[in-house]
């Protein structure tokens, strides 16, 4: 059976998410993603507006602004929902790594 669509994010899933939660552009969200992690995580233009277009259709993030040919966009409360439920995987994970190799867990 397939796996449900956005039930996990990658590293540029969680990045673009996050970011908008301030209205931005295109280049806007490839700088602060780039800066944010610093430059570990980069997107590329094609896999970013391919992302956006899948965000918008799945009711994640909203178009604001149309200037140009610059769009930008804003997160909606299903993609927080979506942000926070990958936050509450990746917690769940570092504690099963502490627990299996022995460390305290911290409050």
Known sequence: ???????????QMYYILLCLREERCGM????WVSACTGGRVRIGAGTLYN???QFCDAGM????RI????????LTGKG???????YDR????????RRVMGEEETP
């Open 28 to 31: 806007d969200i490839m700088d």
């Open 90 to 97: 990746l917690c769940r994970q570092a504690a099963d790594f």
């Open 61 to 64: 993030i909203v178009l604001t």
């Open 1 to 11: 059976m397939p796996r449900e669509k956005f039930q996990t994010l990658t590293e």
């Open 51 to 53: 992302l956006l277009e």
């Open 67 to 74: 200037e140009g040919r610059r769009r930008s966009y804003r």
């Open 80 to 86: 927080v929902e979506a942000l926070q439920k990958e």
